[in-house]
């Protein structure tokens, strides 16, 4: 079993920057791919960025590619989302998520192929 906190989130103005920051407890998330995921309002949740279990291999949404980061410190257990340059359209509740893996590389897109989540962390851009 995973625990996830996500925090981090807040207010921000259009074009600001927030870091938000995913915490795991219960077991170590060596071997664990990472994901974080938005939903905003009356929306689907959907995928923001990808990371595998080593860090070598990251991924990203095309509406945040260029402005947003992920990371991760396996001797923290810490998922990071560094996020630039944001725009009111990045409103949104934000969840981590984590799947076992077995090799170094996999990434995965689908909030259905996530074990385990976060309860989220509000992010709002004002215009």
């Known amino acids: 079993q995973v625990q996830l906190v996500e925090s981090g989130g807040g207010l921000v103005q259009a074009g600001g920057s927030l870091r938000l920051s995913c915490a795991a407890s219960?077991?170590?998330?060596?071997?664990?791919?990472m994901g974080w995921f938005r939903q905003a309002p009356g929306k689907d949740r959907d995928f923001v960025a990808a990371?595998?279990?080593?860090?070598?291999?990251?991924n990203y949404a095309d509406s945040v590619k260029g402005r947003f980061t992920i990371s991760r410190d396996n001797a923290k257990i810490t998922v990071y989302l560094q996020m630039n340059s944001l725009k009111p359209e990045d409103t949104a509740v934000y969840y981590c998520?984590?799947?076992?893996?077995?090799?170094?590389?996999?990434?995965?897109?689908?909030?259905?192929?996530?074990?385990?989540w976060g309860q989220g962390t509000q992010v709002t851009v004002s215009s």
């Open positions: 998520a984590a799947k076992r893996t077995f090799s170094s590389g996999n990434m995965y897109y689908s909030a259905g192929s996530y074990d385990y």
């Open positions: 219960g077991r170590a998330i060596g071997y664990y791919a």
């Open positions: 990371i595998d279990w080593s860090g070598a291999y990251s």
